[in-house]
Protein backbone atom coordinates (compact mmCIF):
# COMPACT_ATOMS: atom_id res chain seq x y z
CA UNK A 1 0.00 0.00 0.00
CA UNK A 2 1.22 3.06 -0.90
CA UNK A 3 1.04 6.09 1.86
CA UNK A 4 1.70 9.67 1.57
CA UNK A 5 2.67 11.97 4.99
CA UNK A 6 1.85 15.03 4.60
CA UNK A 7 3.30 17.63 7.54
CA UNK A 8 2.74 19.91 9.02
CA UNK A 9 -1.12 18.42 10.11
CA UNK A 10 -2.06 21.81 11.40
CA UNK A 11 -0.61 25.46 10.22
CA UNK A 12 -1.59 28.44 12.20
CA UNK A 13 -0.21 31.93 11.06
CA UNK A 14 -0.43 35.41 10.44
CA UNK A 15 -0.77 36.82 7.16
CA UNK A 16 1.39 38.07 4.73
CA UNK A 17 3.72 35.02 6.35
CA UNK A 18 5.40 32.54 4.24
CA UNK A 19 4.64 28.54 4.77
CA UNK A 20 5.82 25.36 3.29
CA UNK A 21 3.56 22.15 3.33
CA UNK A 22 5.64 19.11 2.76
CA UNK A 23 4.37 15.22 1.75
CA UNK A 24 6.47 12.49 1.31
CA UNK A 25 6.40 8.80 0.74
CA UNK A 26 8.57 5.66 0.46
CA UNK A 27 6.80 4.89 -2.79
CA UNK A 28 7.63 6.50 -6.00
CA UNK A 29 4.85 7.89 -7.90
CA UNK A 30 4.16 8.87 -11.41
CA UNK A 31 2.39 12.27 -10.62
CA UNK A 32 1.73 14.07 -7.65
CA UNK A 33 -1.25 16.56 -7.55
CA UNK A 34 -2.16 18.94 -4.86
CA UNK A 35 -5.49 19.93 -3.91
CA UNK A 36 -7.08 22.90 -1.89
CA UNK A 37 -10.87 21.89 0.07
CA UNK A 38 -12.76 24.34 1.62
CA UNK A 39 -14.93 23.19 4.52
CA UNK A 40 -18.24 22.27 2.80
CA UNK A 41 -16.81 21.24 -0.61
CA UNK A 42 -15.07 18.55 -2.61
CA UNK A 43 -11.09 19.28 -3.39
CA UNK A 44 -10.10 21.26 -6.22
CA UNK A 45 -6.98 20.61 -8.12
CA UNK A 46 -4.44 23.30 -8.01
CA UNK A 47 -2.06 21.56 -9.71
CA UNK A 48 -0.40 18.29 -11.43
CA UNK A 49 3.32 17.87 -11.09
CA UNK A 50 4.68 14.85 -13.48
CA UNK A 51 8.57 15.03 -13.74
CA UNK A 52 11.29 14.75 -10.77
CA UNK A 53 12.36 18.30 -10.01
CA UNK A 54 9.59 20.00 -11.46
CA UNK A 55 8.81 23.05 -10.10
CA UNK A 56 5.21 24.88 -10.92
CA UNK A 57 4.01 28.37 -9.81
CA UNK A 58 0.94 29.47 -9.30
CA UNK A 59 0.77 33.26 -8.37
CA UNK A 60 1.83 32.84 -4.86
CA UNK A 61 1.99 28.98 -4.96
CA UNK A 62 5.39 27.22 -5.84
CA UNK A 63 5.14 23.25 -6.26
CA UNK A 64 8.02 20.70 -6.74
CA UNK A 65 8.10 17.60 -7.09
CA UNK A 66 11.17 15.72 -5.71
CA UNK A 67 13.92 14.41 -7.68
CA UNK A 68 13.05 10.38 -7.19
CA UNK A 69 8.98 11.22 -7.59
CA UNK A 70 8.62 10.40 -3.96
CA UNK A 71 8.24 14.01 -2.15
CA UNK A 72 6.60 17.21 -3.17
CA UNK A 73 6.28 20.13 -1.53
CA UNK A 74 4.24 23.10 -1.64
CA UNK A 75 5.65 26.91 -0.86
CA UNK A 76 3.27 29.55 -0.22
CA UNK A 77 4.29 33.45 -0.32
CA UNK A 78 2.81 36.14 1.91
CA UNK A 79 0.05 33.86 2.87
CA UNK A 80 -3.92 35.56 2.83
CA UNK A 81 -6.75 34.66 4.89
CA UNK A 82 -8.48 33.26 1.26
CA UNK A 83 -5.62 30.57 1.58
CA UNK A 84 -7.43 29.01 4.61
CA UNK A 85 -8.39 25.50 3.89
CA UNK A 86 -7.07 22.08 3.95
CA UNK A 87 -4.39 21.02 1.22
CA UNK A 88 -4.07 17.73 0.26
CA UNK A 89 -1.20 15.94 -1.79
CA UNK A 90 -2.33 13.09 -3.85
CA UNK A 91 0.03 10.62 -5.69
CA UNK A 92 -1.25 8.61 -8.74
CA UNK A 93 0.86 5.19 -9.82
CA UNK A 94 1.13 4.31 -13.22
CA UNK A 95 -0.83 6.17 -15.66
CA UNK A 96 -4.06 6.12 -14.29
CA UNK A 97 -5.49 9.14 -12.16
CA UNK A 98 -7.81 6.69 -10.96
CA UNK A 99 -5.56 5.45 -7.92
CA UNK A 100 -5.00 8.51 -6.32
CA UNK A 101 -3.31 7.73 -2.94
CA UNK A 102 -4.16 11.51 -0.44
CA UNK A 103 -2.40 12.31 2.17
CA UNK A 104 -4.02 13.09 5.36
CA UNK A 105 -4.12 16.76 5.07
CA UNK A 106 -2.31 19.95 6.60
CA UNK A 107 -5.03 22.45 7.63
CA UNK A 108 -3.77 26.05 6.83
CA UNK A 109 -5.33 28.64 9.02
CA UNK A 110 -4.47 32.59 8.01
CA UNK A 111 -4.96 35.36 10.56
CA UNK A 112 -5.43 38.92 9.15
CA UNK B 1 -21.24 24.15 -17.27
CA UNK B 2 -22.41 22.19 -14.23
CA UNK B 3 -20.38 20.50 -11.88
CA UNK B 4 -20.44 17.57 -10.17
CA UNK B 5 -24.39 17.69 -8.61
CA UNK B 6 -24.49 14.99 -5.21
CA UNK B 7 -27.55 15.06 -2.93
CA UNK B 8 -28.39 15.03 -0.20
CA UNK B 9 -25.95 17.57 1.42
CA UNK B 10 -26.37 16.16 4.80
CA UNK B 11 -28.14 12.91 6.13
CA UNK B 12 -28.94 12.22 9.37
CA UNK B 13 -29.67 8.58 10.74
CA UNK B 14 -29.72 6.02 13.38
CA UNK B 15 -27.81 3.04 13.52
CA UNK B 16 -28.76 -0.07 11.67
CA UNK B 17 -30.80 2.23 9.13
CA UNK B 18 -30.39 2.42 5.62
CA UNK B 19 -29.00 5.34 3.47
CA UNK B 20 -28.32 6.44 -0.18
CA UNK B 21 -26.08 8.96 -1.57
CA UNK B 22 -27.12 10.40 -5.01
CA UNK B 23 -24.11 11.49 -7.67
CA UNK B 24 -24.53 13.22 -11.50
CA UNK B 25 -21.23 13.63 -12.84
CA UNK B 26 -20.33 15.94 -15.20
CA UNK B 27 -21.53 15.51 -18.44
CA UNK B 28 -19.29 13.29 -20.60
CA UNK B 29 -17.30 11.99 -18.03
CA UNK B 30 -17.05 8.69 -18.62
CA UNK B 31 -15.32 7.67 -14.99
CA UNK B 32 -16.84 8.14 -11.87
CA UNK B 33 -15.74 7.56 -8.53
CA UNK B 34 -16.99 7.77 -4.87
CA UNK B 35 -14.53 8.76 -2.03
CA UNK B 36 -14.80 8.69 1.75
CA UNK B 37 -13.67 11.35 3.92
CA UNK B 38 -13.30 10.92 7.56
CA UNK B 39 -12.69 14.11 9.44
CA UNK B 40 -9.33 15.40 9.72
CA UNK B 41 -8.21 13.18 6.57
CA UNK B 42 -7.91 13.04 2.64
CA UNK B 43 -10.32 11.23 0.65
CA UNK B 44 -10.16 6.97 0.08
CA UNK B 45 -11.35 5.69 -2.90
CA UNK B 46 -14.50 3.22 -2.50
CA UNK B 47 -15.29 2.30 -5.89
CA UNK B 48 -14.45 3.68 -9.78
CA UNK B 49 -16.22 3.38 -12.67
CA UNK B 50 -15.51 3.55 -16.18
CA UNK B 51 -19.00 4.09 -18.13
CA UNK B 52 -21.35 1.39 -16.48
CA UNK B 53 -18.63 -0.95 -15.39
CA UNK B 54 -17.05 -1.03 -11.54
CA UNK B 55 -13.50 -1.34 -12.66
CA UNK B 56 -12.02 -1.06 -9.14
CA UNK B 57 -14.36 -1.90 -5.91
CA UNK B 58 -11.43 -3.64 -4.06
CA UNK B 59 -12.24 -0.73 -1.25
CA UNK B 60 -15.78 -1.21 -1.06
CA UNK B 61 -17.21 -2.64 2.23
CA UNK B 62 -19.02 -5.33 0.26
CA UNK B 63 -21.28 -6.57 3.08
CA UNK B 64 -22.93 -3.29 3.63
CA UNK B 65 -22.42 -1.13 0.98
CA UNK B 66 -23.44 -1.29 -2.48
CA UNK B 67 -23.08 1.22 -5.69
CA UNK B 68 -24.55 1.30 -8.98
CA UNK B 69 -24.25 3.21 -12.14
CA UNK B 70 -26.93 2.56 -14.63
CA UNK B 71 -26.57 4.23 -18.24
CA UNK B 72 -23.11 5.46 -17.10
CA UNK B 73 -24.54 8.44 -15.90
CA UNK B 74 -26.23 9.16 -12.60
CA UNK B 75 -24.51 6.51 -9.48
CA UNK B 76 -26.47 6.00 -6.51
CA UNK B 77 -23.75 4.27 -3.47
CA UNK B 78 -26.25 2.67 -0.76
CA UNK B 79 -25.02 1.61 2.95
CA UNK B 80 -27.41 -0.85 4.33
CA UNK B 81 -26.95 -1.31 7.97
CA UNK B 82 -25.49 2.15 8.65
CA UNK B 83 -22.81 2.10 10.92
CA UNK B 84 -21.64 4.26 13.80
CA UNK B 85 -17.94 4.11 12.46
CA UNK B 86 -20.17 5.23 8.77
CA UNK B 87 -20.13 8.67 9.81
CA UNK B 88 -17.90 10.75 7.00
CA UNK B 89 -18.50 12.80 3.82
CA UNK B 90 -18.94 10.71 1.01
CA UNK B 91 -17.53 12.82 -1.93
CA UNK B 92 -18.41 11.87 -5.61
CA UNK B 93 -15.94 12.72 -8.34
CA UNK B 94 -15.93 12.22 -12.26
CA UNK B 95 -13.20 12.86 -14.94
CA UNK B 96 -12.82 12.87 -18.36
CA UNK B 97 -11.03 10.58 -20.72
CA UNK B 98 -9.67 13.09 -23.49
CA UNK B 99 -6.65 14.09 -22.93
CA UNK B 100 -7.73 15.55 -19.53
CA UNK B 101 -7.81 12.66 -17.76
CA UNK B 102 -5.60 13.68 -14.84
CA UNK B 103 -8.48 16.21 -13.59
CA UNK B 104 -10.63 15.01 -11.18
CA UNK B 105 -13.71 17.07 -10.74
CA UNK B 106 -15.44 16.55 -6.74
CA UNK B 107 -19.27 17.03 -5.81
CA UNK B 108 -19.32 19.10 -2.39
CA UNK B 109 -19.92 15.71 -0.43
CA UNK B 110 -22.74 14.33 1.52
CA UNK B 111 -22.09 15.14 5.01
CA UNK B 112 -23.32 11.68 7.17
CA UNK B 113 -24.13 11.53 10.65
CA UNK B 114 -25.08 8.12 11.92
CA UNK B 115 -26.62 8.33 15.76
Known amino acids: TQLLEQSPQFLSIQEGENLTVYCNSS?????LQWYRQEPGEGPVLLVTVVTGGEVKKLKRLTFQFGDARKDSSLHITAAQPGDTGLYLC????????????FGQGTILTVHP | EAGVVQSPRYKIIEKKQPVAFWCNPI?????LYWYRQNLGQGPELLIR????????DSQLPKDRFSAERLKGVDSTLKIQPAELGDSAVYLCASSSPWGDNEKLFFGSGTQLSVL
Open chain 2, 49 to 56: YENEEAVD
Open chain 1, 90 to 101: AGAAGTSYGKLT
Open chain 2, 27 to 31: SGHNT
Open chain 1, 27 to 31: SVFSS
